[in-house]
C-alpha cells in the first residue's frame, strides 16, 4: 500500500499508522480527522505524513482507506468514502458491525468495503495514546467475508498477517455477540465499578494511597471515553443487556450465599470462575 488514509486519529487509528510505517506497509500517510488540534498533534507524532480536513480528496489518492472513527460518526462517514471509491480498499476498525454492514449493504462499492475489528486497545484515547504493535499477537476478525471483493479481502488479510495477527472469520452477528461478552460487559463492569468506589469512597487520597495492584487492574477500563463506549452500547444494545442481564444475576447469586453465609457454595463458585484459566492463560 503506497499510500494510507487514516480518518480518525485516536487509540487505533494513530497505532495502525504507526504499524503500517514500521513494517514497511506503507509509504505515505495522510490523516483526516474534524479537528485541527489531532491534525497536528498526529504529525507532531510523526503518526502521519500529511493532515487534511479534505475527506473526498484523501480518498482518491489512497491505495488503503481506513475509516477509525467513533461508532455513530461511522455510519455516516464511511458511505462518504464508498462514494468516492474506485479500486481502493476500505476497512472499518469498529466494535461493532451488524447496523454498520446493514448501512452499506446496498452501495454499489460494497465490494471495495472489508469490516474488520482489531481485538486490541488500551483505556486511553487520542492522537498521544497511539502505540506502536499494539496488534502483535493479537487477534483480527474479518466480518461477511463473503459480501467483500475477494481480492479486497486477501489484501486486508495478508496486510494485518504481516503485523503478526492472527485472523478470524465471523459474520456480523456472531461478531456483535461474542463481543459483547469479551469485550463489551468488561467495560459495563469497569465503569459500575468506578460509579461505586466513587460514591462510596469520599476521600480521594485513601482510594489512591490503597488501591491495590488488583482495584487498578480492574477498574482501568473506566477511564475509557464515553464518546467510543456510549455508540457501542446503542448499536449493540439487544447483546450488551443479554449478557449485562447474566452478570447481574451471578452478582445477585454471590450476594446471596454471602448473605446466608454459605461460604462452601462460595468457595465452589470460585472454583467454578478459576476454570477461566483453562482459556486465558
Not at 479534505?54 to 462517514?77: E, K, Q
Not at 467495560?187 to 488501591?211: D, M, R
Not at 452500547?233 to 452478570?247: A, G, I, P, S, T
Request: some cysteine; proline content about 4%; overall charge negative.
Amino acid at each position: 500500500m503506497k499510500t494510507v488514509t487514516v480518518i480518525g486519529l485516536g487509540l487505533i487509528g494513530g497505532s495502525l499508522a504507526i504499524s503500517l510505517k514500521a513494517h514497511g506497509l506503507a509509504e505515505h500517510i495522510i490523516g483526516v480527522d474534524h479537528s485541527p488540534e489531532n491534525l497536528g498533534k498526529a504529525q507532531e507524532l510523526s503518526l502521519i505524513d500529511e493532515g487534511t480536513t479534505d475527506l473526498p480528496a484523501a480518498v482518491r489518492r489512497s491505495d488503503l482507506v481506513v475509516v477509525a472513527v467513533p461508532m455513530d460518526a461511522m455510519l455516516t462517514v464511511l458511505p462518504q468514502v464508498l462514494d468516492e471509491v474506485d479500486q481502493q480498499v476500505v476497512i472499518d476498525v469498529g466494535s461493532t458491525k451488524s447496523m454498520l454492514l446493514a448501512a452499506v449493504a446496498g452501495h454499489p462499492r460494497r465490494g471495495r468495503f472489508v469490516a474488520v475489528h482489531p481485538m486490541a486497545g488500551t483505556e486511553y484515547s487520542g492522537p498521544e495514546a497511539a502505540v506502536p504493535e499494539l496488534f502483535t499477537d493479537k487477534t483480527l476478525v474479518i466480518c461477511d467475508a463473503e459480501q467483500s471483493d475477494a481480492d479486497a479481502v486477501n489484501q486486508v488479510q495478508h496486510l494485518f498477517e504481516q503485523l503478526r495477527m492472527r485472523i478470524e472469520y465471523l459474520d456480523a452477528a456472531a461478531h456483535d455477540l461474542h463481543t459483547a461478552y469479551v469485550s463489551h460487559i468488561s467495560h459495563i463492569t469497569s465503569f459500575a465499578l468506578a460509579l461505586t468506589v466513587l460514591e462510596k469512597e469520599k476521600e480521594e487520597q485513601q482510594i489512591f494511597a490503597l488501591a491495590s495492584g488488583g482495584f487498578a487492574s480492574t477498574v482501568r477500563l473506566a477511564k475509557s471515553s464515553p464518546d467510543m463506549w456510549v455508540p457501542i452500547f446503542r448499536q449493540n444494545r439487544v447483546n450488551v443487556l443479554d449478557v449485562l442481564d447474566e452478570h447481574i444475576k451471578q452478582l445477585q447469586h454471590l450476594r446471596h450465599l454471602i448473605s446466608q453465609e454459605d461460604y462452601p457454595a462460595v468457595y465452589q463458585q470460585i472454583e467454578q470462575a478459576n476454570l477461566i484459566k483453562k482459556i486465558l492463560k
